[in-house]
C-alpha cells in the first residue's frame, strides 16, 4: 500500500498530476480541492494517498490533507460510489460543506454535484451519518456572519462562479464584511486565484 508520497511536482493536468519521487513519476488523481491548492510546478509537494488496485489498473489518489483521504475513504465504503465519485463529490464540496450537508440532511446540496442524483444524494445522507464526527472530521464556521454570507455566496453562484468557489471566497472575508463590500472583495479574490 502506498500510503504517502513526497516528491516533485511535475504536471498539473487536471484531476491528474504526475508527481516525480526520486526518479519515478507517479500519475495521482486528486479532487479539486487539492488541485487548487498545490504548488507551483517543480515545487516540493506531500501527498497522503489511497492505492486501488482493480483487474485492470492499479490506480494512485492523492490528497493535501489527511482528512479528505478519511472522507475518501467512507465515500469508498458506499455502495454504489466508486473513486471517481468519491472524487467528484470531493470536488465539489468542502469537507466542512459535505459534513454540514450530511448533518443538515441537504440532498439538494448533494445533487449539484456532478454525477449525483436523488437517490444517490439520499443514501449518502444516510450512510454518512454519524460518520464524520468518528473521523475527527468537524465543521468550520466561516468568517462572515451567516446571511451576508449566503447572500454573497449566491451572489457569487448568479454571477457564474461554481459553489466550491463561492464558498471559499466567502470564507475568506472578514466578520463585519456587508454584502455589496463583501462581494467585491470576494470577486477581487477569486480573480487572483
Do not use: C
Amino acid at each position: 500500500m502506498i500510503g504517502r508520497l513526497s516528491g516533485t511536482l511535475l504536471e498539473k493536468n487536471p484531476p491528474q498530476i504526475v508527481l516525480d519521487v526520486q526518479g519515478v513519476g507517479y500519475e495521482v488523481d486528486v479532487p479539486m480541492s487539492t488541485f487548487y491548492n498545490l504548488p507551483a510546478l517543480n515545487e516540493k509537494v506531500v501527498l497522503h494517498t489511497q492505492l486501488i488496485v482493480r483487474e485492470d489498473a492499479h490506480l494512485l489518489y492523492g490528497f493535501l490533507t489527511n482528512e479528505e483521504r478519511i472522507a475518501f475513504r467512507q465515500l469508498l465504503k458506499i455502495s454504489g460510489v466508486g473513486p471517481k465519485l468519491a472524487l467528484s463529490v470531493l470536488s465539489g464540496l468542502s469537507i466542512a460543506d459535505l459534513s454540514a450537508a450530511v448533518a443538515n440532511k441537504d440532498a439538494n446540496r448533494l445533487t449539484k454535484i456532478p454525477g449525483v442524483g436523488k437517490k444517490t444524494a439520499e443514501r449518502l445522507l444516510l450512510e454518512l451519518q454519524g460518520k464524520f464526527t468518528v473521523t475527527g472530521i468537524g465543521t468550520s464556521t466561516g468568517g462572515v456572519a451567516t446571511s451576508s454570507s449566503n447572500d454573497i455566496v449566491n451572489a457569487l453562484l448568479a454571477l457564474g462562479y461554481n459553489e466550491k468557489e463561492a464558498d471559499w471566497a466567502a470564507k475568506q472575508l472578514p466578520k463585519d464584511a456587508d454584502v455589496s463590500g463583501g462581494i467585491r472583495q470576494a470577486l477581487k479574490l477569486l480573480s487572483k486565484a
